[in-house]
């Protein structure tokens, strides 16, 4: 099967947009005590989606210094419309 130049870019471009999309940037603000903060959202499934998201960007972040999150407390954030995502507010420590 022959391919021309321009399928094997666009292909490749198909993939390269699926890689980024997977990637999340998660903004996690530091506190006094060892403790962070972080907000994730859930466009469907609710507060659950929400909440379980927030841990895995937490473990995630703690994994990068060989530790795991502990949560310390969520915080869910009222959606501001019908179709708003739904966010949840993660207080968490990382421990060996």
């Not at 021309?4 to 870019?9: H, I």
């Not at 989606?49 to 502990?70: F, K, L, P, W």
């Amino acid at each position: 099967m022959a391919t021309t130049d321009s399928g094997v870019c666009w292909r490749g471009a198909a993939v390269l947009g699926l890689l980024l999309a997977s990637c999340a940037y998660v903004a996690i603000q530091d506190l006094p005590n060892g403790q962070h903060v972080l907000t994730s959202k859930a466009k469907s499934g609710g507060y659950a989606v929400s909440r379980q998201q927030a841990v895995e960007d937490a473990n995630d972040y703690c994994e990068r210094s060989r530790q795991h999150a502990t949560v310390q407390s969520f915080d869910d954030l009222p959606a501001a419309g019908l179709d708003a995502p739904h966010s949840s507010r993660l207080l968490f420590t990382c421990n060996d």
